[in-house]
C-alpha cells in the first residue's frame, strides 16, 4: 500500500518546528528551533518575542524540513498543524502557513491537539495498544488521560494548580537556575537527598487529580526563611526533595489508575517526560506492582515540543477524514 506522509508543524510555544511523517510512525525529518536563549533573561517565556521569532523561523523550517525528507510538495497526503493549546499569536503563526501550504498544494488540512501530540511521541519509538493510560506532564499540562482507542480520550485526573514542569520552571527561579530550570534541577537532584521531605499533595485523596502549588509554597518558604536567618541552604538537597514529592504523586496516583482501569499500557508524555527521576521511578513502580502492563516512554528527544509528534497524531485523524477546512483558527484553551 502507498505510504501516507504528512508535513506536520508545531509552533505552540517557543519551538518552531516541522516534520515529514510517513503512516504515523517513521520519521523521514524533525526540525526543531529552540528559542529559549532569546526568553532566558526574561525568566520566562514572553508571548511577544515567541511570534516574532516563529514569523522568522517558519518558512525556514518547513523548508529544512522537506529537504531533509528528500520529498516535494506533490507527495505528501496532508498538512497538520497544532491549533491548541497554547499561546495564541505562536499558534496562528503555524496555522496560517499550513493553510497557506494546504490551499497551495491542494492538500487535506488536519488540525491537532498538542497534548494528543505529546501522548503519540510515543507511537514513533514504539506500537501504542489500547487501552491505555497516559500521564501527560509538560509545562502546561498535568493530565492522567485514558484511551481505549488511537481517537477517543479521557480525562480521568489533572493538576488543580500549576503543572508539574510549571512548578519545576517556578522553583528553579528561586535558586536561580536558568530558565527552564525543569532539566537543572533533575540533574541536580541526581546528586543529593531528600533531606527536606516535602509535602505530598491529594496523595490519599480518592481521585487522581494532583496539586503541585502548596509544594512549591513550601519550598520557597523553606529558601526565603533560610535566607533570612543567614542560614546556609543545600541546594542540592532540596532539588532531590523537590523532586522526590513530585515524582511520589505523579508515580502513586499513575500507577493506581492505570490498576483500575485495567490497562495494557503506560504511557508517558510531555517535556518533564525527560525528567530521570520521574523515568526511573515509574519504571521501578511498573516493574515491581504492574509487570503485565507495558510502559512505554519517549525518548529524550521527542519529550519535549517537537512536530514529529503531531504528524504521528495526525496520522489517526487522516485515516478517519477528520480534516480542517480554512477557518482554522489558533485555540489557546483547546482540552483533549
Ligand atoms: O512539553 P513541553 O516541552 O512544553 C509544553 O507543552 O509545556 O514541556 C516543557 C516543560 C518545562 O516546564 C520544562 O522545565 C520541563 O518540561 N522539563 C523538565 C525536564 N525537561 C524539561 N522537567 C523536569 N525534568 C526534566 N528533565
Ligand atoms: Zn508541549
Given at each position: ?233 543545600n541546594t542540592i538537597d532540596l532539588a532531590a526533595s523537590f523532586q522526590a514529592a513530585v515524582t511520589d504523586v505523579l ?83 483547546l482540552s483533549v
Open positions: 500500500m502507498k505510504k501516507k506522509r504528512i508535513l506536520a508543524i508545531e509552533t505552540s510555544c517557543d519551538e518552531t518546528s516541522a516534520a515529514v511523517i510517513e503512516d504515523g510512525k517513521v520519521i523521514l525529518s524533525n526540525i526543531v528551533a529552540s528559542q529559549i536563549k532569546s526568553h532566558q533573561r526574561f525568566g520566562g517565556v514572553v508571548p511577544e518575542i515567541a511570534s516574532r521569532h516563529h514569523v522568522e523561523q517558519i518558512t525556514l523550517i518547513i523548508e529544512e524540513a522537506m529537504t531533509e525528507a528528500g520529498i516535494e510538495y506533490t507527495e505528501l497526503d496532508a498538512v497538520a498543524v497544532t491549533e491548541g493549546p497554547g499561546l495564541v499569536g505562536a499558534l496562528l503563526i503555524g496555522v496560517n502557513a499550513a493553510k497557506a501550504i494546504a490551499f497551495a498544494h491542494s492538500l487535506p488540512l488536519i488540525a491537532v491537539n498538542h497534548i494528543k501530540g505529546h501522548i503519540f511521541a510515543n507511537q514513533l519509538s514504539d506500537d501504542m495498544t489500547f487501552p491505555l493510560l497516559s500521564l501527560v506532564v509538560s509545562g502546561g499540562h498535568t493530565e492522567l488521560i485514558y484511551m481505549s482507542s488511537p481517537d477517543s480520550f479521557e480525562i480521568i485526573g489533572e493538576t488543580r494548580d500549576d503543572a508539574a514542569g510549571e512548578a519545576y520552571d517556578k522553583i528553579g527561579r528561586v535558586i536561580g537556575v536558568p530558565y527552564p530550570g525543569g532539566k537543572h534541577i533533575d540533574e541536580m537532584a541526581h546528586r543529593g537527598n531528600d533531606t527536606y521531605h516535602f509535602p505530598r499533595a491529594m496523595m490519599t485523596e480518592d481521585n487522581y487529580d494532583f496539586s503541585f502549588s502548596g509544594l512549591k509554597s513550601s519550598f520557597i518558604n523553606t529558601v526565603h526563611n533560610a535566607r533570612q536567618k543567614g542560614e546556609e541552604l508515580v502513586d496516583k499513575t500507577i493506581r489508575a492505570a490498576r483500575e482501569k485495567q490497562v495494557q499500557q503506560l504511557v508517558l508524555a510531555g517535556g518533564v517526560a525527560a525528567n530521570k527521576g520521574l523515568r526511573q521511578a515509574l519504571t521501578e513502580a511498573v516493574t515491581n506492582e504492574m509487570p503485565d502492563v507495558e510502559l512505554l516512554i519517549p525518548p529524550l528527544n521527542l519529550c519535549g515540543d517537537n512536530a514529529a509528534m503531531i504528524g504521528a497524531a495526525a496520522f489517526v485523524q487522516l485515516e478517519n477524514e477528520e480534516f480542517a477546512d480554512y477557518t482554522l483558527n489558533g485555540k489557546p484553551g
